[in-house]
């Protein structure tokens, strides 16, 4: 109980740190892309510290406010969810509590939370940018639930552990080489995943200034903040697991998110942003098409 | 002999058919009556024909037929009683048409059949 | 003695009112009055000593010789117990009528006494003669009282009237004479022994005017005219005394008919049947409606003429025909002459529903006995014969709805008339029990249809338990709304006590008076008209589907094969699936919500019952597959639907059908996890869509208003409610921590286990369309601007407010230990025969399949760790904001301009709209409203028949003599 306790708590600093970290590396980046000088490597983690310190001095109701929370509990939970090293007891934190099913379905809570608080703070440009990720997520939720099923199909499983022991014994094993197209939608959905080009409809800068979380600052922004870090960690090992092999240590680990977190910033910047209807029927047909080829293969 | 017994019999029918084509192609209600009663004409025609027995007498047992020999000698009386009825009910009949006909054509301001649909479908 | 009594007081009071009626008006009518009685007395002493009030006595039989000689020199009464009981009803109706009719219009009582004693004539006739004086009689007696009523179409009635019985005084007349001819008898019973064309030519006349007099469609013509028009207190009377004495006079002649095969009559029957009621679906005149229904009671008379014999057919007739005339002489007499177009229009729905139950024949009103007695005949014989029967009956149900569904009338007590309609109904209602309790197939709550078991009892907790929670509300309705109390009680007891029915015909007569009450408890809606019709429609269709398969499986629920194709599109229809959704969002959206919630919630759970339980899993293993995907296309259909809707109530109904495909596809699997799966999701909707419902019920009573757009921001008025709302969301959503994922989990586990992916693509997009509307809908009304009006809104009212209560304990207990419920229902489903699959395994808090795991124990005190940590950390770590007014928004440094303006409600996913702009629309109310459409159109070219020139109907009548003869003449050889 301890151990799982102090587990939970290291995985989440981690996590959290890894997160900002991974933030500063594609700030630099793409501000080397520019042309500019940019921001330190650590910037973000100066950002969280002075939302963090400043106070929220007005809010907009309990769903407001209660928002952040949900978000970062939504990170958080899918984190514990996800086993971290293949083999190592100890950093499979809660995932004996759930399966893959689970981890897909937790992914809403933040969400939803989050989407809750929008609405709470009663601010037009806050919903409409909601009304755009909810639609957008239902989207992608399609491919990406689809070509996780396709696995479970094949492997007869819906343990991540198992689907990452099952990819074990040489790269071929690996599901992206054996679940080509699944894999490649599943790449697909996680740009929009994250929110970039051209999938970032959400935010969209100057649209609706900043999204859902227009009416956020200082500390309820620093919550988020983290819940999004740690949430997008969460989601690049669950993509490491399902399709990467799995990381078999801790520099396997590091290697193949930090890869996998490249991998959107040097894909999105050519391209300009889809409208919604665009996005989402993109996300219907082209990467749920991928899936089908897959899915035949395993049916047939 | 034949030859009357069926030119009674066709008679009916043909008064019941002229009566049914009259009821059926005339307009004016009170024809139609009328057409009503010459079929009902036939078809008592046709009731009494439907007891006559060739070569036989009126069932009326006077001096003329024996009631000893009557059963062989008239002919049915049960139509002929039956036809009694049939005829008073027809006058009944008859007479309450032309009352219903005559009202209802001073109510709707028309003999004209065809006028009388307001009830329909 | 008693039996020429019986027959001759009327005509004796006939001669005695006939010098009294202008000199005396109320001695007179106190007279026919006492004549009346003392007539019905004698024909009850008659009745009881020919044994006919107990059971079997009605073949008994009495002569009564009223002249000196024998036949055919006298006229001899031939009186059965049979004959005897019907004898009564003309009593009754007669007694009942006479004070409306005769008391209204002075003079007439002497035609009325004459007109009881001809049709006691007619029904004890024995000979062919008699039965053409008395027919006479009858018939100029009918025209002389049509004529002499008071409303403006008299005298077209009447002379339509003289007309037809002009007709059919030259075919019976030719009929006699032909049977004199050949037989030289006069007895009725003489045909039967003919043979050749005399009888051919005899059977052709004596049908058609049978058919004629009984107004058997197609030569209902001048009937449908004649209920139009008439004076409706003289159609009370006419119904019970000589309309229901020519019934009964056909009836016997039907079976003498020396017909070459009996089997036509049933055929003309079922025919004219189904075309005859698809024309009465158009009528909007309710005095024709009426002439339709009696059309109807027509052909079932030579439906059972052509398939019924010996004593079935002596009591099925009787309880027919009786009944039915009775009841018509009760809805007669509520009419008020005087109202032209509409006599109803000012009597209240309530008074009308007895006798119109009784007409349309709804369990446990005495025809139905009769009702399901022919038809398992039927379907021995054929059951395309019971189809069509079926169907008929069915489009029946549909016009008497509509004549019963648009009164509006409050109640009339005032009206002195009312008294012997009250009377009327008194005696229907004595007649009920009566028949109840005698009815031969019995009714039984004991004895054991369904397996006893964890699985029942979890579904007699659902419906005891979501009637009485949803009942607090239905007291008080809501803005506009009538209370639905009483109908939802009837309801949920009939609910209740489904699982507890001891054979097929109990849990059938259950069924239907739930589905009835429900149907009246959603009339007391705001706008009820059209939601009611399409729920009355389709509650209707569900439980002819349902009789058709009782009957075809011999009383089983349902046996394999047609049968249960049949239960299965019936438990469709009543959950909405496969496009049948359009009376659940009718019905939903303008019953009152707390009937609403009774429905969805509670209601629709007897359908998934009568699927688990009615059918062997083997029964259904054939149906599966479509079955699943049906469940599928309409989870994710309707999930869309609810998504673009903008209407509180409308968006609950389409996430109830949709969620309701989930379980749909868990039985279609027939596998242990796919039942598990549906019944654990059966008791999770029933949980959070009582709590919506509900919810919405608090919501539009304090704010009057179901649209979104006029909603929003309530969670600052109505906390409570919003939190059940969101916790009974979050649940259907499938979110973890609540219990919605649970039967996620189980269905997925079942559908990858039998390899169905496409079907689980499906249910996992629909799951995520399930949060489109999940967020628009607790956004729209709780969440976002505060619309100025409803500033002063109170939170929900405690009636609605306690069962949600109630509800989310249940549904927090299920979310964090869903193993309370499965510990059991696992082993449940698991002992049921014929399911396969791998049964999914319980340890602890934990359940596991080969597939996968969950721990919804451990997931739950994650999230609440976490969250906990989260907020106790924010707490702890500053000072808490102040809370703003709504308006104090970061607006571009401008004035935010109204709230209304400022929530963002309406159309609120317009991409998905044009995501979805490719798709062709596919309305179910266009598909629906086509096919009401299709049978309008065929309704009305049958309707058009009814030229309302009377010589058409003349030569209907000869056409289908021809016809006739020629068909027999071809048949024999």
Not at chain 1, 121 to 134: C, E, M, Q
Not at chain 3, 624 to 645: C, D, K, V
Not at chain 3, 821 to 831: F, G, K, Q, T, Y
């Given at each position: 109980?301890?151990?799982?306790?102090?587990?939970?708590?290291?995985?989440?600093?981690?996590?959290?740190?890894?997160?900002?970290?991974?933030?500063?590396?594609?700030?630099?980046?793409?501000?080397?892309?520019?042309?500019?000088?940019?921001?330190?490597?650590?910037?973000?983690?100066?950002?969280?510290?002075?939302?963090?310190?400043?106070?929220?001095?007005?809010?907009?109701?309990?769903?407001?406010?209660?928002?952040?929370?949900?978000?970062?509990?939504?990170?958080?939970?899918?984190?514990?969810?996800?086993?971290?090293?293949?083999?190592?007891?100890?950093?499979?934190?809660?995932?004996?509590?759930?399966?893959?099913?689970?981890?897909?379905?937790?992914?809403?809570?933040?969400?939803?939370?989050?989407?809750?608080?929008?609405?709470?703070?009663?601010?037009?440009?806050?919903?409409?940018?909601?009304?755009?990720?909810?639609?957008?997520?239902?989207?992608?939720?399609?491919?990406?639930?689809?070509?996780?099923?396709?696995?479970?199909?094949?492997?007869?499983?819906?343990?991540?552990?198992?689907?990452?022991?099952?990819?074990?014994?040489?790269?071929?094993?690996?599901?992206?080489?054996?679940?080509?197209?699944?894999?490649?939608?599943?790449?697909?959905?996680?740009?929009?995943?994250?929110?970039?080009?051209?999938?970032?409809?959400?935010?969209?800068?100057?649209?609706?200034?900043?999204?859902?979380?227009?009416?956020?600052?200082?500390?309820?922004?620093?919550?988020?903040?983290?819940?999004?870090?740690?949430?997008?960690?969460?989601?690049?090992?669950?993509?490491?697991?399902?399709?990467?092999?799995?990381?078999?240590?801790?520099?396997?680990?590091?290697?193949?998110?930090?890869?996998?977190?490249?991998?959107?910033?040097?894909?999105?910047?050519?391209?300009?942003?889809?409208?919604?209807?665009?996005?989402?029927?993109?996300?219907?047909?082209?990467?749920?098409?991928?899936?089908?080829?897959?899915?035949?293969?395993?049916?047939? | 002999?034949?030859?009357?017994?069926?030119?009674?019999?066709?008679?009916?029918?043909?008064?019941?058919?002229?009566?049914?084509?009259?009821?059926?192609?005339?307009?004016?209600?009170?024809?139609?009556?009328?057409?009503?009663?010459?079929?009902?004409?036939?078809?008592?025609?046709?009731?009494?024909?439907?007891?006559?027995?060739?070569?036989?007498?009126?069932?009326?047992?006077?001096?003329?037929?024996?009631?000893?020999?009557?059963?062989?000698?008239?002919?049915?009386?049960?139509?002929?009683?039956?036809?009694?009825?049939?005829?008073?009910?027809?006058?009944?009949?008859?007479?309450?048409?032309?009352?219903?006909?005559?009202?209802?054509?001073?109510?709707?301001?028309?003999?004209?059949?065809?006028?009388?649909?307001?009830?329909?479908? | 003695?008693?039996?020429?009594?019986?027959?001759?007081?009327?005509?004796?009071?006939?001669?005695?009112?006939?010098?009294?009626?202008?000199?005396?008006?109320?001695?007179?009518?106190?007279?026919?009055?006492?004549?009346?009685?003392?007539?019905?007395?004698?024909?009850?002493?008659?009745?009881?000593?020919?044994?006919?009030?107990?059971?079997?006595?009605?073949?008994?039989?009495?002569?009564?010789?009223?002249?000196?000689?024998?036949?055919?020199?006298?006229?001899?009464?031939?009186?059965?117990?049979?004959?005897?009981?019907?004898?009564?009803?003309?009593?009754?109706?007669?007694?009942?009528?006479?004070?409306?009719?005769?008391?209204?219009?002075?003079?007439?009582?002497?035609?009325?006494?004459?007109?009881?004693?001809?049709?006691?004539?007619?029904?004890?006739?024995?000979?062919?003669?008699?039965?053409?004086?008395?027919?006479?009689?009858?018939?100029?007696?009918?025209?002389?009282?049509?004529?002499?009523?008071?409303?403006?179409?008299?005298?077209?009635?009447?002379?339509?009237?003289?007309?037809?019985?002009?007709?059919?005084?030259?075919?019976?007349?030719?009929?006699?004479?032909?049977?004199?001819?050949?037989?030289?008898?006069?007895?009725?019973?003489?045909?039967?022994?003919?043979?050749?064309?005399?009888?051919?030519?005899?059977?052709?006349?004596?049908?058609?005017?049978?058919?004629?007099?009984?107004?058997?469609?197609?030569?209902?013509?001048?009937?449908?005219?004649?209920?139009?028009?008439?004076?409706?207190?003289?159609?009370?009377?006419?119904?019970?005394?000589?309309?229901?004495?020519?019934?009964?006079?056909?009836?016997?002649?039907?079976?003498?008919?020396?017909?070459?095969?009996?089997?036509?009559?049933?055929?003309?029957?079922?025919?004219?049947?189904?075309?005859?009621?698809?024309?009465?679906?158009?009528?909007?005149?309710?005095?024709?409606?009426?002439?339709?229904?009696?059309?109807?009671?027509?052909?079932?008379?030579?439906?059972?003429?052509?398939?019924?014999?010996?004593?079935?057919?002596?009591?099925?007739?009787?309880?027919?025909?009786?009944?039915?005339?009775?009841?018509?002489?009760?809805?007669?007499?509520?009419?008020?002459?005087?109202?032209?177009?509409?006599?109803?229009?000012?009597?209240?729905?309530?008074?009308?529903?007895?006798?119109?139950?009784?007409?349309?024949?709804?369990?446990?009103?005495?025809?139905?006995?009769?009702?399901?007695?022919?038809?398992?005949?039927?379907?021995?014989?054929?059951?395309?014969?019971?189809?069509?029967?079926?169907?008929?009956?069915?489009?029946?149900?549909?016009?008497?709805?509509?004549?019963?569904?648009?009164?509006?009338?409050?109640?009339?007590?005032?009206?002195?008339?009312?008294?012997?309609?009250?009377?009327?109904?008194?005696?229907?209602?004595?007649?009920?029990?009566?028949?109840?309790?005698?009815?031969?197939?019995?009714?039984?709550?004991?004895?054991?249809?369904?397996?006893?078991?964890?699985?029942?009892?979890?579904?007699?907790?659902?419906?005891?338990?979501?009637?009485?929670?949803?009942?607090?509300?239905?007291?008080?309705?809501?803005?506009?709304?009538?209370?639905?109390?009483?109908?939802?009680?009837?309801?949920?007891?009939?609910?209740?006590?489904?699982?507890?029915?001891?054979?097929?015909?109990?849990?059938?007569?259950?069924?239907?008076?739930?589905?009835?009450?429900?149907?009246?408890?959603?009339?007391?809606?705001?706008?009820?008209?059209?939601?009611?019709?399409?729920?009355?429609?389709?509650?209707?269709?569900?439980?002819?589907?349902?009789?058709?398969?009782?009957?075809?499986?011999?009383?089983?629920?349902?046996?394999?094969?047609?049968?249960?194709?049949?239960?299965?599109?019936?438990?469709?229809?009543?959950?909405?699936?496969?496009?049948?959704?359009?009376?659940?969002?009718?019905?939903?959206?303008?019953?009152?919500?707390?009937?609403?919630?009774?429905?969805?919630?509670?209601?629709?759970?007897?359908?998934?019952?009568?699927?688990?339980?009615?059918?062997?899993?083997?029964?259904?293993?054939?149906?599966?597959?479509?079955?699943?995907?049906?469940?599928?296309?309409?989870?994710?259909?309707?999930?869309?639907?609810?998504?673009?809707?903008?209407?509180?109530?409308?968006?609950?109904?389409?996430?109830?059908?949709?969620?309701?495909?989930?379980?749909?596809?868990?039985?279609?699997?027939?596998?242990?996890?796919?039942?598990?799966?549906?019944?654990?999701?059966?008791?999770?909707?029933?949980?959070?869509?009582?709590?919506?419902?509900?919810?919405?019920?608090?919501?539009?009573?304090?704010?009057?208003?179901?649209?979104?757009?006029?909603?929003?921001?309530?969670?600052?008025?109505?906390?409570?409610?919003?939190?059940?709302?969101?916790?009974?969301?979050?649940?259907?959503?499938?979110?973890?921590?609540?219990?919605?994922?649970?039967?996620?989990?189980?269905?997925?586990?079942?559908?990858?286990?039998?390899?169905?992916?496409?079907?689980?693509?499906?249910?996992?997009?629909?799951?995520?369309?399930?949060?489109?509307?999940?967020?628009?809908?607790?956004?729209?009304?709780?969440?976002?601007?505060?619309?100025?009006?409803?500033?002063?809104?109170?939170?929900?009212?405690?009636?609605?407010?306690?069962?949600q209560g109630v509800f989310t304990a249940v549904l927090m207990a299920l979310s964090f230990r869903?193993?309370?419920?499965?510990?059991?229902?696992?082993?449940?489903?698991?002992?049921?025969?014929?399911?396969?699959?791998?049964?999914?395994?319980?340890?602890?808090?934990?359940?596991?399949?080969?597939?996968?795991?969950?721990?919804?124990?451990?997931?739950?005190?994650?999230?609440?760790?976490?969250?906990?940590?989260?907020?106790?950390?924010?707490?702890?770590?500053?000072?808490?904001?102040?809370?703003?007014?709504?308006?104090?928004?970061?607006?571009?440094?401008?004035?935010?301009?109204?709230?209304?303006?400022?929530?963002?409600a309406g159309d609120f996913f317009r991409p998905f709209r044009r995501a979805l702009a490719f798709?062709?629309?596919?309305?179910?109310?266009?598909?629906?409203?086509?096919?009401?459409?299709?049978?309008?159109?065929?309704?009305?070219?049958?309707?058009?028949?009814?030229?309302?020139?009377?010589?058409?109907?003349?030569?209907?009548?000869?056409?289908?003599?021809?016809?006739?003869?020629?068909?027999?003449?071809?048949?024999?050889?």
């Amino acid at each position: 109980m301890t151990r799982l306790l102090v587990s939970v708590i290291l995985t989440s600093l981690g996590a959290l740190v890894y997160g900002l970290l991974l933030g500063g590396v594609s700030r630099v980046i793409t501000a080397s892309i520019h042309g500019r000088i940019g921001p330190r490597l650590t910037q973000n983690f100066i950002d969280l510290w002075k939302l963090f310190r400043k106070e929220s001095s007005i809010h907009h109701g309990t769903m407001f406010w209660m928002a952040p929370m949900f978000r970062l509990t939504g990170g958080i939970g899918v984190l514990l969810l996800v086993p971290i090293i293949a083999g190592n007891s100890v950093l499979t934190n809660m995932s004996f509590s759930g399966d893959l099913l689970l981890v897909l379905y937790f992914m809403f809570f933040g969400c939803l939370g989050m989407a809750l608080g929008a609405g709470d703070s009663g601010h037009p440009y806050a919903v409409v940018a909601v009304s755009r990720g909810l639609l957008q997520m239902s989207a992608y939720e399609l491919s990406f639930s689809a070509a996780v099923l396709v696995l479970a199909l094949g492997l007869g499983t819906f343990s991540i552990e198992n689907i990452v022991s099952a990819q074990q014994g040489g790269i071929l094993n690996w599901n992206v080489f054996r679940f080509p197209f699944a894999t490649a939608a599943a790449l697909i959905t996680f740009l929009p995943m994250n929110m970039t080009y051209p999938f970032n409809i959400v935010l969209a800068p100057q649209e609706i200034p900043i999204g859902p979380p227009t009416e956020y600052s200082s500390r309820f922004l620093s919550f988020m903040f983290s819940g999004r870090a740690i949430f997008g960690v969460a989601k690049l090992i669950l993509f490491v697991n399902l399709f990467f092999g799995g990381a078999g240590s801790w520099s396997s680990l590091l290697i193949k998110t930090f890869l996998l977190y490249m991998y959107p910033l040097f894909v999105s910047p050519v391209f300009p942003r889809f409208r919604t209807e665009q996005s989402v029927r993109f996300l219907w047909f082209v990467p749920t098409s991928l899936v089908a080829v897959d899915l035949l293969r395993v049916i047939l | 002999m034949n030859v009357f017994y069926w030119t009674v019999a066709g008679t009916a029918s043909g008064l019941i058919i002229v009566g049914l084509w009259g009821v059926l192609t005339r307009k004016n209600i009170l024809r139609i009556g009328l057409a009503f009663t010459i079929a009902d004409t036939g078809v008592n025609l046709l009731l009494v024909w439907s007891g006559y027995l060739p070569g036989r007498t009126t069932p009326i047992l006077n001096g003329d037929v024996p009631a000893a020999e009557a059963v062989s000698a008239v002919v049915d009386p049960l139509p002929q009683a039956l036809v009694l009825t049939s005829i008073v009910i027809g006058v009944a009949v008859a007479a309450l048409f032309v009352v219903v006909a005559v009202l209802a054509s001073r109510r709707l301001g028309t003999a004209d059949i065809r006028r009388m649909k307001e009830l329909k479908w | 003695m008693v039996t020429a009594l019986a027959v001759f007081l009327p005509l004796l009071g006939a001669f005695l009112t006939a010098w009294l009626t202008h000199r005396n008006e109320r001695l007179s009518l106190l007279i026919t009055r006492l004549f009346l009685l003392a007539g019905l007395a004698a024909i009850l002493v008659i009745a009881a000593r020919l044994g006919a009030v107990t059971d079997g006595g009605l073949e008994n039989t009495m002569i009564l010789r009223t002249g000196v000689m024998t036949p055919p020199l006298s006229i001899d009464l031939k009186v059965t117990g049979w004959s005897a009981l019907a004898a009564v009803v003309v009593y009754v109706g007669a007694l009942l009528g006479v004070g409306r009719f005769s008391g209204r219009i002075p003079g007439t009582q002497p035609l009325l006494l004459t007109l009881v004693t001809t049709s006691l004539g007619l029904m004890f006739a024995t000979d062919f003669f008699n039965s053409f004086v008395f027919i006479e009689i009858g018939s100029i007696i009918t025209i002389g009282l049509t004529a002499a009523g008071r409303c403006r179409r008299r005298w077209e009635v009447a002379l339509k009237t003289a007309m037809i019985s002009g007709l059919v005084t030259i075919l019976y007349l030719l009929a006699v004479v032909i049977v004199y001819r050949t037989t030289g008898e006069l007895r009725l019973t003489a045909i039967s022994t003919m043979t050749g064309f005399p009888a051919i030519l005899v059977s052709g006349l004596l049908l058609t005017v049978i058919m004629t007099e009984i107004k058997a469609f197609p030569l209902s013509g001048w009937g449908l005219d004649f209920y139009q028009g008439v004076d409706k207190n003289f159609a009370a009377v006419y119904s019970s005394t000589w309309s229901l004495a020519v019934l009964l006079w056909s009836a016997r002649m039907l079976t003498v008919l020396p017909l070459p095969d009996p089997g036509v009559l049933a055929r003309i029957g079922a025919g004219g049947l189904v075309l005859g009621q698809l024309a009465g679906l158009r009528q909007r005149d309710p005095g024709r409606m009426m002439g339709y229904s009696t059309s109807a009671y027509a052909s079932i008379l030579l439906i059972l003429a052509g398939t019924v014999h010996g004593a079935d057919y002596l009591s099925l007739t009787l309880l027919f025909f009786t009944f039915a005339s009775l009841s018509k002489t009760t809805v007669f007499l509520m009419a008020d002459p005087e109202e032209e177009d509409d006599p109803w229009k000012k009597v209240s729905g309530y008074v009308l529903l007895l006798p119109l139950l009784c007409i349309t024949g709804i369990p446990p009103f005495p025809v139905f006995w009769a009702k399901i007695r022919m038809l398992t005949v039927l379907a021995d014989i054929s059951p395309l014969l019971m189809g069509a029967v079926i169907l008929g009956l069915f489009f029946e149900s549909v016009y008497i709805y509509r004549l019963w569904s648009s009164r509006t009338g409050p109640w009339q007590k005032k009206r002195k008339y009312f008294d012997a309609a009250f009377m009327g109904a008194a005696l229907l209602a004595a007649g009920t029990v009566w028949t109840a309790a005698g009815a031969e197939q019995g009714l039984s709550l004991s004895g054991e249809l369904f397996r006893a078991g964890f699985v029942r009892d979890l579904f007699l907790a659902i419906f005891a338990g979501g009637t009485l929670l949803s009942l607090p509300g239905a007291f008080r309705g809501g803005p506009g709304e009538k209370s639905p109390a009483v109908w939802m009680l009837v309801s949920g007891v009939a609910l209740t006590l489904l699982p507890l029915s001891g054979n097929g015909l109990t849990f059938y007569v259950l069924w239907e008076i739930s589905a009835f009450a429900a149907v009246i408890g959603v009339s007391k809606g705001a706008r009820p008209s059209e939601g009611t019709f399409w729920f009355a429609v389709f509650a209707g269709a569900a439980g002819y589907l349902l009789l058709a398969s009782l009957v075809l499986s011999d009383g089983a629920v349902s046996s394999p094969g047609i049968p249960m194709l049949l239960v299965a599109a019936a438990a469709l229809l009543k959950m909405g699936q496969g496009g049948a959704h359009l009376w659940n969002v009718r019905a939903y959206s303008t019953a009152p919500s707390t009937m609403a919630a009774f429905l969805s919630g509670t209601s629709s759970k007897a359908a998934v019952f009568l699927l688990v339980f009615s059918a062997s899993a083997a029964a259904i293993l054939p149906l599966g597959t479509s079955l699943a995907w049906i469940g599928a296309l309409t989870a994710l259909g309707m999930a869309a639907m609810a998504s673009l809707e903008s209407d509180y109530k409308k968006v609950l109904a389409y996430a109830s059908v949709s969620q309701l495909g989930y379980v749909i596809m868990g039985i279609g699997l027939t596998s242990v996890l796919g039942w598990t799966a549906a019944i654990y999701h059966t008791f999770n909707h029933f949980l959070f869509k009582s709590i919506l419902f509900l919810g919405a019920a608090g919501v539009i009573a304090r704010t009057g208003t179901s649209d979104y757009d006029s909603l929003g921001g309530l969670v600052k008025r109505m906390p409570l409610t919003f939190t059940f709302t969101l916790i009974s969301v979050i649940a259907f959503a499938g979110v973890p921590p609540l219990s919605g994922f649970g039967s996620k989990w189980l269905l997925y586990n079942a559908l990858v286990e039998q390899g169905m992916l496409p079907l689980a693509l499906v249910a996992m997009f629909a799951s995520v369309v399930a949060f489109l509307y999940a967020f628009r809908l607790l956004y729209a009304v709780f969440l976002g601007q505060l619309a100025p009006r409803h500033y002063e809104v109170k939170e929900a009212p405690l009636a609605v407010l306690a069962p949600q209560g109630v509800f989310t304990a249940v549904l927090m207990a299920l979310s964090f230990r869903p193993t309370l419920l499965l510990d059991r229902l696992v082993p449940a489903v698991a002992s049921i025969a014929g399911l396969g699959g791998e049964i999914p395994v319980i340890e602890g808090t934990a359940l596991s399949t080969s597939l996968g795991y969950w721990d919804a124990w451990s997931v739950g005190m994650m999230v609440m760790g976490v969250f906990g940590f989260a907020f106790v950390f924010y707490w702890i770590s500053g000072r808490r904001p102040i809370h703003v007014g709504q308006l104090d928004i970061g607006f571009a440094g401008e004035l935010p301009p109204s709230p209304e303006e400022v929530h963002y409600a309406g159309d609120f996913f317009r991409p998905f709209r044009r995501a979805l702009a490719f798709l062709p629309e596919i309305h179910a109310s266009k598909v629906f409203g086509g096919i009401v459409k299709t049978a309008d159109l065929a309704g009305d070219v049958f309707r058009s028949l009814f030229t309302g020139d009377a010589r058409t109907y003349l030569l209907h009548s000869l056409i289908i003599l021809t016809v006739m003869i020629l068909w027999m003449k071809g048949g024999t050889p």
